[in-house]
């Protein structure tokens, strides 16, 4: 019993906070633009589920904590139809409905009324919140505790490897890679790591020389945060001095926003080469959330006793960061074209403004059936290869054998 509160007070409650905070903040997103609009809200939940505790505000609306904590929702008033985006029809019964109860007018509070540009930018701002939060969260990281840099001049050429073999030397100084100026060895580790066997055109200074280098980047294992292990570009070298670089408060924030860039690049990058089939999967669920959760919970622990860092500031640094990543990916995922995600709806926008009047009912629902189908069968997928990547099946059969 001991064991298993140990496991739950550092891999599954530190994920069912970050997780809730992260969907909270990206239904606050769609609730602070409704209410900026005048749009009717009936209710915002943090959680799923039967309320634990609930009250309503001045403009009626019930605010709620709900008993299962992954997440949370805003429920706009009206809010009936499945794919949330009626037809003709349904619009029309709906006017009719909310007039004979509230009156001639009434309907313009409410969401399905209102024009198409403010449903659209309702629906954009979950994910607009997400990336503002990871800003935010990685600005807090950068500003509190700062960032250790290192110029991308080389220090170390491992024999063998991609870079040895394309002449690279210690002292050399890297500037831009295919074209794209680097600041950091932490730039080119980032641009390496998802072009394993792509070619890459490095700049180099050497001495009063620019070089262009033409390097493949070979491949290594290295751990994988949500478990296992993972492949990533690999070229071989070191840089030749580290340093700790601080921010203040504006440096903070333009960093935070470039961070998320970057991530939001890679990811864009990364889905680029798996669609060609020239990288594996690397998502993880649930399963692997809650591991990435506990490893930096235990990482922040031991950190704190090896290297007598305060808990507190330590759980902060590994939990703004992780927060930060998974804030960007719920970001991405829900701007997918799939009905049930916030993309869908603004892809039915997107015909609306074209023929000029909502897409049918009967599409709309096959397209909420396929999309919610696509949407279980990525959870389960996910939830399969978190399971292969840590090994459960493994450990499972060598308990029983």
């Known amino acids: ?53 609930s009250f309503k505000d001045r403009w009626g609306v019930e605010w709620r904590i709900a008993w299962l904590p992954l997440g949370g929702y805003v429920k706009f008033a009206g809010d009936e139809n499945v794919a949330s985006v009626p037809d003709d029809e349904d619009l029309e019964g709906l006017r009719r409905r909310i007039v004979a109860r509230e009156g001639v007018g ?7 009324f209102k024009p198409l540009w403010q449903r659209a ?32 001049r080389i220090g170390l050429v491992v024999p063998g490897e991609a870079a040895a073999r394309a002449g690279l030397q210690p002292g050399d ?17 980032l641009y390496v790591q998802d072009r394993a066997g792509a070619p890459i055109r490095l700049t180099v200074r050497r001495g009063a020389q620019t070089l262009e280098v033409a390097v493949t980047p070979g491949e290594r294992s290295v751990p994988d945060p949500l478990g296992g292990t993972m492949r990533i570009g690999y070229l071989g070298l070191a840089p030749q001095s580290v340093a700790l670089r601080h921010y203040g408060p504006i440096a903070a924030v333009g960093r935070g926003a470039r961070e998320t860039w ?51 500031l330590a759980l902060v640094a590994e939990y703004s960061t992780l927060g930060a990543l998974l804030s ?48 279980v069968g990525l959870m389960l997928f996910t939830t399969w290869h978190d399971l292969q990547r840590l090994q459960v099946f493994h450990l499972l059969g060598a308990l029983f054998s």
């Open 173 to 189: 100084l890297m500037t831009a890679a295919d074209g794209r100026e680097l600041s950091t060895f932490d730039d080119l580790r």
């Open 262 to 312: 970057s991530v939001v690049e890679a990811t864009g990058h990364y889905l680029r080469r798996l669609a060609e089939g020239k990288a594996s999967w690397q998502f993880g669920g649930v399963i692997g959330g809650a591991h990435a959760a506990g490893a930096v919970t235990m990482q922040a622990v031991h950190a704190s006793k090896a290297e007598h860092v305060n808990l507190a």
């Open 106 to 112: 009434a309907e313009r509070r409410y969401f399905y």
């Open 328 to 375: 960007v990916s719920l970001g991405l995922l829900n701007l997918l074209p799939i009905p049930v995600l916030d993309g869908g709806h603004l892809l039915f926008y997107a015909y609306e403004s074209v023929a000029r009047r909502p897409i049918t009912a009967r599409v709309q629902a096959a397209g909420y059936r396929l999309g919610l189908a696509l949407l």
């Open 121 to 152: 930018l309702v629906v954009a701002a979950g994910p607009i919140a997400n990336f503002l939060l990871a800003i935010a969260l990685f600005s807090l990281f950068f500003g509190a505790f700062g960032e250790a840099v290192a110029p991308t």
């Open 1 to 53: 019993m001991l064991g298993f509160l140990t496991t739950a007070a550092f891999y599954v409650v530190p994920f069912l906070v970050i997780i809730t905070v992260i969907v909270t903040v990206h239904e606050l997103g769609h609730f602070l633009t409704a209410r900026a609009f005048g749009v009717a809200v009936d209710r915002f939940s943090v959680g799923f589920g039967r309320a634990l505790a």
